[in-house]
């Protein structure tokens, strides 16, 4: 039933495209992520900038689809090894504030405050502010929560 609420990529085409029916490079990243792709902003420029002009018609944004669900989702562990090191007491929290700090930085994605708060928006935090690694690191490759999840 969860796969039923999945947006397509008709759906998604649909509603970032222009009134002109094509869709704006700089709107291809969102369109992305709304399909559960979590890319950087250096790969979506680097694919993009394979076609000329500023927009794309629905053919060239399946392309870019494609070359996405190629690219290698890096293991669950590697992600949170690579999150551990801002667990500074080791014990599977991380700080929200020091990865919005990060990720909304001009030398991180570039993601608006807003995009943070929407993408972190589902997961639970503790009373400090702090988010468990594993969520965290769940999101990053799924592209959502897990169904349960162990406070």
């Known amino acids: ?15 970032l495209r222009s009134k002109d029916g094509s869709l704006s490079k700089e709107k291809v990243a969102k369109a992305l992520r709304c399909l559960g ?6 790969e979506v420029n680097r694919v993009t900038k394979k076609y000329k002009g500023a927009h794309l018609n629905f053919a060239q944004f399946e392309e870019i689809l494609k070359e996405f669900e190629k ?10 090894e690579s999150l551990s090191i801002f667990d500074v ?26 995009e943070f708060e929407e993408l972190l928006d589902n997961i639970p935090g503790n009373e400090d502010g702090m988010i468990r690694v ?9 592209g959502g929560l897990p169904t349960v999840t162990d406070l």
Not at 7 to 12: I, L
Not at 89 to 114: A, M
Not at 134 to 142: G, K, P, S, V
């Open 1 to 15: 039933m969860a796969n039923s609420l999945k947006p397509n990529k008709k759906d998604v085409f649909k509603d």
């Open 37 to 42: 792709f979590n890319p950087l902003q250096e």
């Open 71 to 80: 690219l290698r989702k890096p293991p669950k562990n590697e992600v949170e």
């Open 89 to 114: 007491d080791g014990d599977g929290w991380i700080s929200r504030g020091q990865i919005k700090h990060l990720i909304c930085s001009q030398t991180g994605e570039g993601l608006s405050e807003d």
């Open 134 to 142: 594993a969520d965290f690191a769940h999101l990053l490759n799924q």
